[in-house]
């Protein structure tokens, strides 16, 4: 066994996506085990199911699969991974990647500093939320909640928190300027906006699950 492995410190990461295109992924991230770099959608699959990373690191705009299709897949048959969206802008494509399982996103302008930061981040259970993400994440959790709840998958709801953090990331304000207000750590408030994330994955994922059954049945 590679003794990096051994080192509960060392956070490996997978990354996807075409070199040609993701030249600030393809560099040197961080103090990070770099356990493989894949061009495909597909070769990412495989990949994670054969390194089994904490981290994967996915470049949105991979071709040969829809990024959603891979983090759903990879949320149900490698929940372990965590996985991060780089994406070179705030836009309904990288929510769509959060809604489907990404924990996580980062833009491709941001520098290595950072881009190490998220990745670390993500490992250790939090959520990295882009400023348009979290807004769209509050509308849409608040308007599911609305609808009737189903026994086995009820709608989400937010705790005051959990709102609050969303609202200041919403807005513009980072985790480290929410966590100065109230005397706190931004890893507490990361936690809590992935609190929020679960929420909405736990939703998502029942729905989807309702719906395949329903159309079995109907079939």
């Known amino acids: 066994m590679d003794s990096a492995r051994t080192n509960d410190n060392t956070v490996t990461v997978l990354v996807a996506g075409d070199p040609d295109r993701s030249d600030a992924l393809h560099a040197p991230i961080g103090n990070f085990e770099i356990v493989g770099r894949s061009v495909t959608g597909n070769d990412a699959i495989n990949d ?98 609305q609808r009737s709840a189903d026994p086995l998958y009820p709608p989400p709801s937010l705790t005051a928190t959990e709102r609050e953090v969303l609202t200041r990331l919403s807005k513009g304000d980072d985790p480290d300027t929410i966590a100065r207000a109230h005397a706190v750590t931004s890893h507490l408030v990361n936690l809590h906006a992935g609190f929020a994330v679960g929420k909405l994955h736990r939703y998502v994922h029942g729905s989807e699950r309702i719906a395949a059954e329903g159309h079995t049945t109907g079939a």
Not at 75 to 91: G, L, N, Q, S
Not at 110 to 131: Q, Y
């Open 48 to 145: 994670v199911l054969t390194e089994l990373p904490d981290v994967m690191l996915l470049d949105v705009r991979i071709e040969d699969v829809d990024p959603r299709a891979v983090c759903r897949r990879l949320r149900e048959w490698a929940p372990a991974t965590k996985i991060v969206a780089a994406t070179p802008i705030d836009d309904e494509r990288a929510y769509t990647t959060i809604v489907a399982g990404a924990a996580g996103a980062v833009s491709l302008q941001a520098d290595h500093e950072l881009l190490a930061r998220t990745i670390r981040e993500v490992a250790r259970g939090e959520a990295v939320l882009l400023s348009r993400m979290a807004g769209r994440l509050l509308h849409d959790l608040d308007a599911w909640a």
